[in-house]
């Protein structure tokens, strides 16, 4: 176990500090440090799975991005990590490490089996109070997906529910829809 020092007004530091000492993914979500392990085997196969069907419809323009991370307007020491992101591929060559929110086309959050309800909400009002125009949010232990459009005063305007197996409606530049036939489902807890 590393000791880890708070300094006053460097979260960020820390956070990478627990990163590279613990190979955690750490967030700053509304001025907390939030931790969790390396994603599972479904977990990223559900990443990957969308991803081979978004890449080849993305125009030339934009890409997706794994372990990208968004600032929140106005505070860099306020951060997400999504799972998936797709930017402009400008991305590709910017020597930046956090993303604008307004430059984000799509975010997509796979929930953990282990996240509970109240840091869902919280990673979801971070991102509406952020900017982030698109969010999706899959989750494997139900086999449900929401999305979630139109931010405007810290709250998603749209939500769109769905279970697996039934398309997520996506508007341009993105695909018509993705598929969520074949997502993977996490074991029931024990």
């Given amino acids: ?8 007004g460097r979260l960020r530091d820390v956070a990478e500090e627990i990163e590279q000492s613990t190979g955690l993914r ?4 509304g001025g907390t440090l939030v931790m969790s392990p390396t994603p599972r085997g479904k977990h990223a196969g559900t990443i990957r799975r969308l991803r081979i069907q ?8 934009l890409g997706s991005y794994e372990v990208s991370s968004i600032c929140m307007p106005g505070n860099e020491e306020d951060y997400v990590t999504p ?13 930046e490490w956090l993303a604008e929110p307004h430059d984000v086309v799509l975010a997509v959050e796979v929930i953990s089996n282990s996240e509970g309800v109240k840091s869902v909400a ?3 009002d971070w991102y509406a109070t952020a900017g982030v125009a698109l ?8 086999g449900s ?4 459009t ?11 529910h769905g279970k697996y197996g039934e398309p997520i409606p996506l508007t341009a530049p993105l695909p018509a829809e993705l598929q969520t036939t074949g997502l993977l489902l996490y074991a029931p807890r024990r």
């Fill in 83 to 95: 799972d998936l992101i797709v930017l402009p591929v400008e991305w590709d060559e910017d020597d």
């Fill in 145 to 148: 997906w929401t999305l979630y």
């Fill in 54 to 61: 978004l890449d080849p419809q993305l125009p030339a323009d």
């Fill in 122 to 124: 919280t990673k979801t």
């Fill in 150 to 160: 139109h931010p405007r005063d810290g709250e998603y305007q749209g939500v769109l």
């Fill in 135 to 142: 969010l999706l949010a899959l989750d494997p232990r139900n």
């Fill in 26 to 29: 750490v967030q700053i979500i």
């Fill in 1 to 8: 176990m590393t000791a880890i020092t708070v300094r006053p």
